[in-house]
């Protein structure tokens, strides 16, 4: 099958094209060229989509069998996909579950929740999605919308529950304690890049999807205090975890907090067993603790976890905490 990729660099879209060319496909990834090389054995056709009539013009010159759309974050860039790609057999657009926000009618959230974002990003997301529904239901146009939790992989890099920042673990690897929101005890998803892979590439085949929302996230999920004993696991040191309720966080003004505040202060866990159903390829098979292994690995490689002696804002807070409750620890 010819496949186009709009993207094929990023966290997720890397192992989307390394799968399928695993799987034979032929594929080619339509960028800028921003986010690196290809992955080997792939096409690159250079493409700015904001440049909407060359895009447009040029995507229906390729005559993709099936298309997957990583790097659409506005309905603008939903109708351009929808005007270049109306030929193809099957269309899936990388949403994500912050269309849903974090007010929550019944956990885990079904595809057919009400849609409550919060964000930008997630309300601009909400909006192309509306725009690739509203084509298909006049139109036919062959769109599935995938809706990933919290995907983590080598490029991305170990997300941590309070903040946009990686320090954490050279916090770990020197005995110092760590810092989460609250009890620690807000319930999240995971999932391996490489696993949510499988649920892109095997919905290409499966007309059936098509019209179709999915929830992408494995069935398992656990608290922020486990996600950060798991690392500890890892790196094989066990160090203090030090609880902080979530408006003292807000008002310490810690940097890239917003990911905290948007998500991962809250229970946000959603139901997958519409797509396990539909796209049985989706069986997801790196543990937690392999998947983590295998990014520290790369972030050691990479440089990319910096020195903790040298970031003076968790310990200031720690030490405050402590002050007005000494055994201050999530348990």
Known sequence: MKVGILGGTGNISTSIVKTLLRLGHDVTCVNRGQGGPVPEGARWL?????????????????RFDAAIDMICFTAGEAASSV????????????????TFGIDYDWLPASEDHPLRPITDYGRNKAAADAVYLEAHYRDGFPIVIIKPSTTYGPQQGLVRQIAWDY????????????????????LHQF???DDAALAFAGLLDKPQCIGQTYNLVRREFMTWADYHRVAMEVLGRSVELVGVPFANLQAYHIPEFDICEEIFAHHVIY??????????????????A??????IEAMDREGQIPDSDEIEWEDAIIAAQKTVVPAGVAR
């Open 191 to 193: 999932l391996y890049v």
């Open 46 to 62: 250079q493409i700015d989509r904001h440049d909407q009539d060359d895009f447009e013009e040029s995507m229906q010159r390729e």
């Open 290 to 295: 392999e998947g983590m292994a295998q990014v």
């Open 83 to 98: 005007r270049a790609f109306r030929d193809v057999g099957l269309f899936v657009q990388c949403s994500t579950v912050c």
């Open 271 to 288: 139901d997958p067993q519409k797509l396990f159903r539909d796209v049985p390829e989706f069986q997801p098979s790196v543990s937690l």
């Open 167 to 186: 320090s954490w673990l050279d916090r770990i690897r020197k005995g110092k304690p760590i810092l989460v929101c609250g009890d620690g005890n807000a």
